[in-house]
Structures are given as C-alpha cells and as structure tokens.
Antibody, heavy 125, light 106 residues
C-alpha cells in the first residue's frame, strides 16, 4: 500500500521559513516523480511543484516560484518543500502527492495518483 | 493563464446519473483528470488520461473529453458519492485544477 506522510507544518511568520517533509513507502520511491499540491481553507486545489525522479528537474507554480524549493533524497524515500518568505496567502493544507508520468515531452504531463493526509501551514504574525 | 471552469454545485437523486462538466479552451487536446474529495479527506484520483480508471475505482465512474469540455459521469449515484469533484489538466508544465463541483445526492 502506498503511503505518503507529511511533517514539518505549523505556524510561521510572514517572511520566515519552513521546511516540509514527506516520507514515502509501499512503492519504489526513486521510480516516481513527486509533487506538492495545496488547498487553502475552504478553497480548491492548487498545484505547487513537482520534481523529477532523480531530482534534476523541477517545476513550480508561478505563485511560489523564487520562494519555494522542492528537493528529494531517494536514499531516504523523502521529498521536501522549503518555504521561504511565506505570505498569508500561502496558508493551506499541503499535500505530498505521487505523480504518475504519462509524457515528458515537451513538458511533463501526468496525474496525481496517491495523496498524503496533508499538513497545515499557517502564515501569520 | 489557462483556466478550467466547473459549476459550483450539482444535485442528483440516488440511483440516477450525475454529470459533472469541466470547460477549458481546447481542453479536448489535453489530457484531463478527475479527483474526488470528501469532507476532511485527501483527494482521490478517479479518472486519468480522459477515460482511464485506476484500480479500485468503481465502473460507475467514467470520463470523456472532447472539444472544450471534459465530463465526469457517475452512474447509479449513491449517497457515498456526495463530495467535491475537481478536474485537472496541464498547461506548459503547470498543473491546472478546476474550482471544483460539489455533488449533492438528494
């Protein structure tokens, strides 16, 4: 059974920093692209970022580009999201998601086939 | 930026067919996915590549995508199908989600 467990959420001040972690199990972690998707309270889903299997390629939503950094450690079956200079509008539940790749040309296309339970990040002073 | 439009809500009686649509410019030229999210739970993938169902998803759920509209069809709707449904497609390397449709089973 695929399991994705997020950690590292909580309260962070605007302009501060936070690092989210996600541990995967039940599948061959290094064979999958991974993603982060977030959901503001009472709102819809918003894709944040995804990362290639070997970590060499990353894609970000315009809303977080330059502030968030996604990385992975395949030896630890983990992905991370470094959240820098957060804003109030970054307050959301952040989901770690396994990405099923369909095609990589010209840009990655796929589907989000397994989701973690989510972790809340609250940006407030 | 690319946008996907969904009706905020749809109602259906138990046992009948529910149809949830998602509109976007030339959406039929892109792969569409559908996700179900029940209150307090994480989303679940229902349909990918327009029509494919992951293992474990009942055959009652089906998808289509043509022209500017992707459609999720739920046959023999049950009370347990009451949830929010999101469509999703891709635009230049970015995943785009629709705003979601709340399905109410009356």
């Amino acid at each position: 059974e695929v399991q994705l467990v997020e950690s590292g959420g909580g309260l962070v001040q605007p302009g501060g920093s936070l690092r989210l972690s996600c541990a995967g199990s039940g599948f061959t972690f290094k064979d999958y692209w991974m993603s982060w998707v977030r959901q503001a309270p009472g709102k819809g889903l918003e894709w944040v970022a995804h990362i290639r299997r070997d970590g060499s390629d990353k894609y970000y939503a315009d809303s977080v580009k330059g502030r968030f950094t996604m990385s992975r450690d395949n030896a630890k079956n983990s992905v991370f999201l470094q959240v820098n200079s957060p804003r109030a509008e970054d307050t959301a539940v952040y989901y770690c998601v396994r990405f099923g790749l369909i095609s990589i040309v010209p840009t990655p296309v796929g589907y989000f086939d397994s989701w973690g339970q989510g972790i809340l990040v609250t940006v407030s002073s | 930026s690319y946008e996907l439009t969904q009706a905020p809500s749809v109602s259906v009686s138990p046992g009948l067919t529910a149809t949830i649509t998602c509109s976007g410019d030339k959406l039929g030229n892109r792969f569409a996915c559908w996700y179900q999210q029940k209150p307090g739970q994480s989303p679940v993938l229902l349909i990918y590549q327009d029509t494919k169902r992951p293992s474990g998803i009942p055959e009652r759920f089906s998808g289509s995508n043509s022209g500017n509209t992707a459609t999720l069809t739920i046959s023999e709707t049950q009370a347990m199908d009451e949830a929010d449904y999101y469509c999703q497609a891709w635009d230049r390397g970015a995943a785009v989600f629709g705003s979601g449709t709340r399905l109410t089973v009356l």
